[in-house]
């Protein structure tokens, strides 16, 4: 056996390693460009035990930026097998390292000198990973080596970004620094928050096309597989939860028992406030979708929806959603409403919203199904919006004007600060007179579909959390470029 195994092989090694008494280090990391703090780090981290184990994250849960890892599993498993103090080398499969610690065991974890002070950690995880270890028998130990940054020597060598966003960000890391920008991400934690907005689940059919029917001015398509996320309101309530853990979502839903079961299970640490009825269908968008296979991106053949002809709920239900909407509302720090013009946000419940939310964050978007009827100019009033070039276009039906003389219209008649997202423009912000332009962080992508929800969600936490909406626009860039990948 070499050096490089799967986890369940290494649980008769550690057995084997256990019972002749040798103590077992554990070294973990994404490792892409491996550099001499590396090779100083790893030998460091040698002398103090017997066997030394390196896991490496598999690069579907890599998130150190566009492009990243540089360097595929395989390059960087056999990479890390060729340093002649390394004993074992295993991927890890999950965003953490937890799946490694519970199969390793360690008597030691060891990290470079600059996770000493938990304070300092950006990824916020080594508190929780320290207790795993501990949990396990084992304890950390920090080198003392040189410390380098493998993400700061790719991005010099091998550059993923254009001219245009490198100008970017050498002027916003002057106004911004990464403690900064932690302290919003920190205080996002002691928000309270409600979504307010439609349940929708997006239903995703892969399949090959074959060629045009023989008969018929139609696609043949051979099915591939099936795919089910949960989209509208949740979708903007799963992101807003991962950094904010008072997320509420209240909307109307179904009774239907696999809709409800996805819901409830997906949506754990999320307060569901969902007005369950027989009389009403769950939105449920079914795309017919051909992935291409050395573009790794999605390429869209139709769309089918459930939803209805006129596109509106009972007066009961409303009135009941109305009711729920009212008494809840005042209990939070900021209102999420996505308004997706299916029908839940109607004139009532937008008087309720602007009313009594006291910090408005607002998204209305536009679909093929509700097209020029679900205008965000139908709202008096936001703290912050967020719309895309077509929404904004439409918005006003002036098509004599600038798109920066339509954003400042908008804002004026919402009171409110905001963003434009351009899709591979990047974005546009806007605080009374002042336009700043954020360009697109990546162009290469696998499906847009979420990558505004996610923008607008960042974003939106961001603002409520005390940022500016400059940084606020760069945050949901950041977010937005993850999700299209």
Request: charged share 25%.
């Amino acid at each position: 056996m070499g050096k490089i195994v799967n986890k369940h092989d290494f649980v008769e090694i550690r057995r084997k390693i256990k019972s002749e008494n040798k103590k077992i280090v554990l070294c973990h990391g994404v490792f892409d460009l491996l550099h001499p703090g590396h090779i100083q780090h790893f030998q460091e981290a040698k002398t103090q035990g017997d066997i030394l184990v390196v896991s490496v994250t598999d690069a579907q849960y890599v998130r150190k930026g566009p492009g990243r890892p540089y360097f595929n599993n395989e390059q960087r498993l056999r990479s890390l097998e060729a340093i002649e103090c390394i004993d074992y080398v295993i991927l890890s499969s999950e965003y953490t390292v937890n799946d490694i610690v519970k199969i390793v065991q360690p008597d030691l974890y060891v990290k470079g000198a600059e996770y000493q002070i938990a304070e300092k950690d950006i990824t916020g995880k080594i508190s929780e990973e320290i207790e795993l270890v501990r949990k396990y028998g084992g304890d950390i130990y920090f080198t003392n080596g040189e410390v380098f940054s493998s993400t700061k020597l790719i991005n010099k060598v091998f550059p993923v970004f254009s001219d245009e966003t490198k100008r970017y960000l050498n002027v916003f890391k002057k106004k911004y620094d990464m403690d900064r920008i932690q302290q919003y991400i920190n205080a996002m934690k002691e928000l309270n928050v409600l979504v307010v907005g439609d349940v929708i689940i997006d239903d995703y059919v892969f399949c090959s096309i074959q060629g045009l029917m023989s008969k018929n001015n139609g696609y043949s398509a051979r099915f591939l597989k099936e795919e089910k996320y949960l989209g509208g309101s949740i979708a903007i309530a799963k992101h807003l939860a991962e950094f904010c853990p008072n997320v509420s979502l209240m909307s109307i839903v179904g009774c239907e028992n696999d809709v409800n079961q996805s819901i409830d299970s997906m949506c754990k640490g999320i307060k569901l406030k969902l007005i369950r009825s027989e009389s009403f269908s769950t939105i449920i968008k079914k795309r017919y979708v051909e992935p291409d296979d050395k573009r790794k991106d999605l390429s869209k053949i139709f769309v089918i929806n459930n939803l209805s002809q006129d596109m509106k709920i009972g007066n009961n239900l409303l009135e009941k959603f109305h009711q729920q909407l009212e008494l809840e509302i005042v209990k939070y720090d900021a209102v999420f409403l996505c308004d997706f013009g299916h029908g839940l946000i109607d004139e009532k419940a937008m008087q309720i919203i602007e009313e009594r939310a006291k910090k408005l964050i607002l998204n209305c978007q536009t679909n093929s199904s509700n097209y020029g009827r679900n205008l965000i100019t139908k709202y008096t009033k936001a703290d912050f919006f967020s719309v895309d070039e077509k929404e904004l276009q439409i918005a006003f039906g002036d098509y004599t004007k600038t798109q920066e003389e339509q954003l400042y219209r908008l804002a004026k008649k919402l009171n409110a600060q905001g963003w434009l997202t351009k899709g591979s423009k990047g974005a546009t912000s806007i605080t009374g007179s002042e336009l700043v332009d954020c360009p697109a962080l990546v162009l290469d992508v696998v499906d847009t579909i979420g990558a505004g929800d996610a923008f607008y969600s960042m974003a939106g936490l961001m603002t409520a959390a005390g940022a500016s909406v400059e940084a606020g626009m760069f945050m949901g860039n950041v977010a937005g470029a993850l999700a299209s990948n």
